[in-house]
């Protein structure tokens, strides 16, 4: 079982020796990159480090991996603009290709690198984020239940 991320595409694809899933995604608008501080996303092999969330509702509101208390809403949205709302799961990733996507300057996990939940009011299926993999609430919601820590994660253009 196993995750991929197609940049091109902005597609996420859950496989267990078959194509069980798709889901439009946003990936990096700075495009792909490795470095530290690019707001890229990166590309290769990874691992799911951690899974944060559970039973949290679907649009919690998190920083620094954790419930602020507060449940998005529009209205919650228009009042705190240009905000990177990380919302309902986080899907921590850590890169397995020591000096690519691990350690130094290009570490995955030190850059905080997740699959996340994005507003409602977010674009999917173009690069807008700043570096993460970001899906519609709903979709991780999906996905989540299905994905295990040490779950690979391959990221490719």
Not at 28 to 45: A, V
Not at 110 to 120: K, L, M, Q, S, V
Not at 121 to 130: C, D, F, R, Y
Request: neutral net charge; glycine residues 12%.
């Amino acid at each position: 079982m196993l995750i991929t991320v197609d940049i091109g595409k902005q597609l996420l694809t859950l496989e267990m020796g078959e194509v069980v899933r798709q889901w439009s995604v946003s990936t990096g608008l700075n495009g792909t990159g490795q470095l530290s501080g690019s707001l890229q996303t990166p590309l290769g092999k990874h691992y799911i480090r951690a899974r944060i969330g559970d039973g949290l509702p679907s649009r919690a509101v998190l920083k620094g991996r954790r419930f602020t208390g507060e449940i998005w809403t529009p209205v919650l949205h228009s009042e705190q603009p240009g905000r990177d709302w990380i919302l309902g799961r986080i899907l921590w990733l850590c890169g397995k290709e020591p000096g690519f996507n691990r350690s130094g300057d290009v570490d995955t996990q030190r850059r905080y690198i997740y699959i996340h939940g994005t507003p409602d009011s977010e674009s999917m299926g173009v690069p807008l984020s700043h570096g993460c993999i970001r899906m519609n609430c709903d979709d991780l919601l999906e996905l989540y239940p299905l994905t295990y820590s040490g779950m690979i994660v391959n990221i490719h253009q």
